[in-house]
Every structure is written in C-alpha cells, then in structure tokens.
C-alpha cells in the first residue's frame, strides 16, 4: 500500500510548535489525593457491580463445572449455531454443552449475524466496575458484539481491582502490542436514546453472562 | 447584527415559548442530574479526579507535538495509516478520495462530533457513497434531516410518538410507540446496513499516544460494528483528543461516563490500533486515522483559552446551562450547542459571525462547576466579549452608549443630571403608551414585561431629605 501522503502535516506540526511557545497556566496540582476508594472484597464487589449494571453473573467451582452452566443457558435460546473462541479449553468444555447444535469456531472466521450466542474467554475481570477486558484474541472483534448473547468464561485469577489494574496486566504481557483490539465491557448493549429510557440490547448483545470458575 | 446572530435570537424566542419542548428537556436534564449526582458519589473525591483530568490533558496539549508524532509513529507500526488535515476540505477531500478509489458505495457511521464539524457525510453522498448514520439518536435526527441536539443525547427533543411517526413514514413496519419496538426497528434496519457497508467511520474520544490506539466509547454498540464488520475503517478526531498513556483512561473512561450520562462506565469502551492482524479473527483491512486541525492549532496559540482544548465532549456544561435548559440545542446553529459551543465556536466560525454566543449565558458558572477537565467556561465567555469589543466591529450606538455612561459615572454632578433626564424619559414614554416600542430606552425588556412605574424622587433626593430630617 503506498505511502500515506501528507500536504499539510508539516505546516501543522509548525503551527503547533509556534503556538507552544508560551505555556499556558495550569491548576494547583491534585497530588497524592486518592480518586477512588480502594476496591476490597473484589468478588463481593464484582457481583455487585454486575447486578447493577445487568451483567448475569454465575459462578461454577471450576472450569469443568463451567459446561453444564453452559448447557443451562443455551438450552433457553432458539436453535441455531453458536460461535465459540478456538481456545484449547473451550474446545475441551464443547462436548459439554454442544447437544446438537452447530459450532463456528473463531478459527473458521469471524461470526455470522446468524449466531445465537457467543462463548468467549476474556483477559480480565474488573471488580471496580463489574467490568469485562477482551483483546481480539478472545474470539475477534465480532465476538462481543454480533450474536444476541455473550457468554464469558473466566477464572477467579482474572479477577483485577480497578481498570488501572487491568490496563496495567494486559500492558505488561504484551497484549495490547500483540493486539489491533481490546474493549472494556460492561453490561450489555444499552440505548436511553428515546426519552432517557433504558433499552437494552441496542445494537449488541441484549445480554452479557459472565461464567466465573471459583478455581 | 450578524445573520447567524439573528437568527438564534429569532430561533431562542420561539423555543423558550415552546412549552412542549420545553417540558421534554426539563424531563431529560432532570433525570441526568439524578444519575449524574449518584455517579460522582462512586468516587471518593470527584474534585481530585477533575484536577487530576486537567492535569493530565494539560501535560498531553502543552506537548501536542510530541504526542501526536508518537501517536503518529505507533500507529504506523501497527500498520494504519495517519492523515492530517488542515481543514474541513482536506479532511472531506481525504476521506471521499478513499471511499471512491476503492469502491466504496455504503458508509456506516458512529457518532462523531467532528464529522459533523466538517460536514463529511453530505460530502460522501454527493461522492456517490451513501452515509449511515448508526447511533440511535443521530441515526433519528438524521431521517429528520436535522442536525443532532445535543452532544451526547442527539434526539433529546423528541418524544417516542415523534419517533414512531417518523419511522412509520420513512421505515413502513411500525405501529408501537413503545421504546423498546423502536429500538427493534432501528436495530433491524441497521444490522441490514452494518453486513452491507465497505467502510466504517468513527470519531475518537481519545488518541493514545503510548499505544498507538484510539479509544471509543459506546452504549449502543454501533461504534464496535462499525469498526469491527465493514472492510476500511477510518477514524476521524481532532489534534487536541491525544492522551499520553493508556494508563490514564483508567481515569477519564469512568470521568466521561459519569459527566456524560452519570454511568459508573459506559457499556463499551474500545481501543483500536490498526488494521485486522494476520492472526486475527476478524477486522477492517485497513485502519486510516484522521488528525483534523481547522482553527484548533490557532486556539492553541490562544494562551488564556488553551484550555477549551481539554474538552472531552460529554455535554455535562449543555445540560446544566439554563440558557440550553430553556433555548434547546438547535437554537445556537453551531455544531457544539451549549457553552463549550458559545466558546468554541467563535475560535472555529469567527468572532465577527459567533461573537453573539458570547452572550447566550447568565454567567452564573454553572458550566464551570459541571465541567469535568475544569475549563474556566464562563470566564472564556467574559474574555470573548472582551476580544469582540476590542478586535471586531460593534454597533456605534453602543460605542457611542459607553462612551456617554463613562463620562456620567465619572462626576456625581453629571450622575444626578444624567438620572434625571433618564427617569424624565421613562415618565414621557409610559405616559404616551410608547413602553416596549423603539422610542423606550428600555424597549428591549419592557417588549416582554410590564414596566414599573417611575418613582416620583429619585434614590438620591430620598436618601437626601431622610438625613436631613434625622
């Protein structure tokens, strides 16, 4: 692909410095006052957040324990196929839950606006906010976002403080380098666009099930 | 006057006379307020965290250069593309040139305030590419063909019957005024039109200089289909929105969200950096980011008003402004409505043709309070009728006006002849029925209110015959 080509870039950049010249003058600083409470009892606080902003949250002892639960949630929806991140743990769980149904692996493309729900793994959880971290490895970037249901599955582990924890994690092992992707998520897709009442299921998922395996 | 000026002068009296609407926007400031008042309480010293927004945007423009040129850099790493544009031309020109050399015919659109600025979409549509607006509320306003109404909440002057009518026109298969069929419909229609667009624009609430992304923020999720579906995604902001670390979104996400809307967080928040990777799922084959100028390096060079350019655009100064409260958005005729819009606008439009906004505020610095990266608003105000007075043409009647009250309030002498001639005016006007008319020195607010009756004595002559008595 050529070269960007870029007239005005310089003359910008120009005008830029000029202006710098003169600093401009600034507040007292905030120092060391804390913004935040710091968040204690991070599971507490996870399943708090998730209730208020409608995230479904079920907890499993463990992975293995996470298929059934799987299993249940799929048995409500409409047939049609499922779109599941190829990781080797949701390949292990599918046999779980499967029941017939057809699998789109992430591996075989993107998802289909046909999907009925998505089963993804995730880079975080975040108990300040009840909040879900993905990169496009978890499933792409239509993982979260096109099929009516989202369903995560996480780990205790993955459970972080606050969004500075999290953004910090995925800066120190690479993932925000080794991905063109990542979006904090929380709660499902949402509208108060008519009236100020809350609509869910706008454009995305209209729900978000975060499967927490305790070990 | 200017044209512009008359006409939100005609558009304020008409609106602020408007009940309904009137009524409609109390309900949704109201409600904000609320929400809003119980996201500040999620932090333990919100005042701290508005400190600490101008700090860090203040080191990020105080370095624009330099932060924009490693933003410039990363993203180039990670295979995207940079553009700067001067202006609206350029950025439109850009953009346009693109879609058509490689063949685009639908464009689906999130919202983006400086799309709107540059008026991108008529350009693509005259370009031959259809333009899509993909929010809820622009995607509303933009089948009225109007411009959106507020910065964050764009068809907040509808009610859901609005909403359904006009959908029932330009959609055919509706017959609910119910909130959650119409999101349906719309959901509907788009979906059609995400699967079909070959590009995707977006705008950007941050550019992050350390890694090379940007950062959107969405509800609604059509943000995320729209740089996730289509084949080109370009992303549109401008210079001022760099950040210097991703770090510091730890901060400004859940900041924006709570002056935005009162959200502890908004649902979807994004980072993008670059096209789709080899090893990835999905995901635009390309990745253009355009830096966009007109008129921002000028305000930069503007000392005392650098700050406008901290402005994260989350409309909390629209909703607390009673003159917004009671005006509307589309009264101002800007693309920013609201006191950052009365700031802006003439940094962006022109002191000469805006210098009107300067006005359209009581001063009572309730932007300022509200304003979550602390931008001295009402102040900006005061300096913007200072620099009209000074650097652009007013009317010689009022030249002409403060000359004579300096000269008055410069003897006590002249002050009592002065007070008298006036209250001697007043008297011969009300008595020949001419209140509110041209002839009435207080014409403008006797048109609207009864005039009080001129006392007999003045407050001198009073003041005067009391410590006489004593």
Known sequence: MPQTENPSREKILARIRTALREPAPRHE???????????????????????????????????RASGPAIKEILAALPPGEIFVQDSPDLRDLASEWQDGRTIQWSSEGGPRESSQATISLCEALVAQTGSVLVSAACGGRGASVVAPVHIVVATLPQLLPDIDAALARVQERGIVAQNSFLCLITGSSRTADIEKILVMGAHGPRRLIVVLAMS | MSSAAQEFLRRAVEKSADL???????????????????????????????????????????????????????????????????????????????????????????????????????????????????????YIVQLRDEPPYHIVTPAMHLTRKDIAALFKEKLGDVDTDDPVELVAVARRALRRDFFSAEMGISGANFLVADAGMIAVTTNEGNGRLCTSVPRIHVALAGIEKVIPRLQDLALFWPVLATAGTG????????????????????????????????????????????????????GACLNVCPVFRTVGGHTYGTTYPGPIGS?????????????????????????????????????????????????????????????????????????????????????VTHRLGLDGTAFDPMGPWSKNHAAPRVPEKSFRALWGKDHAAN
């Open chain 2, 343 to 427: 700031v802006l606008t003439p940094h962006l439009r022109g002191l000469d043709e805006f210098q009107h906004l300067s006005y359209a505020s009581s001063l009572c610095g309730a932007c300022t309070d509200a304003c979550p990266v602390k931008i001295d608003l009402h102040h900006h105000l005061l300096e913007n009728r200072r620099n009209a007075v000074n650097h652009s043409t007013r009317p010689w009647s009022e030249r002409i006006g403060f000359k004579l009250w300096q000269w008055t309030m410069q003897s006590a002498a002249r002050f009592r002849f002065m007070g008298g001639l006036a209250r001697m005016a007043l008297r």
């Open chain 2, 20 to 138: 309904t609407h009137r009524q409609i926007i109390r309900r949704g400031v109201d409600q904000y307020s609320s929400a809003n008042d119980r996201g500040r309480g999620r932090f333990s010293d919100w005042e701290a965290a508005r400190q600490r927004c101008h700090e860090i945007k203040w080191e990020a423009l105080n370095n624009l250069d330099r932060y924009l040129l490693e933003f410039e850099q990363r993203v180039k790493e990670r295979g995207g593309h940079v553009f700067w544009a001067a202006d609206s031309a350029e950025a439109c020109r850009y953009i346009t040139e693109l879609a058509v050399s490689r063949g685009v015919h639908k464009m689906v659109k999130s919202k983006s305030m400086v799309a709107e600025e540059i008026h991108l979409s008529p350009a693509l549509e005259k370009a031959g590419v259809q333009a899509i607006e993909t929010d809820l509320g622009e």
């Open chain 2, 263 to 314: 959200q502890p967080i908004t649902c979807y928040n994004t980072l993008i950096g670059g096209p789709r990777k080899p090893n990835e799922v999905d995901g635009p084959e390309e990745f253009h980011v355009v830096l966009l100028d007109n008129g921002r390096s000028e305000l930069l060079a503007d000392v005392e008003q650098r700050d406008v350019l901290h402005c994260i655009r989350c």
């Open chain 1, 29 to 63: 600083a905030a120092g060391a006052r804390a913004i935040f409470a710091p968040v204690t009892g991070l599971l507490d606080r996870f399943q708090k957040e998730c209730a208020i902003n409608l995230t479904e949250y079920v907890a499993v002892p463990n992975l």
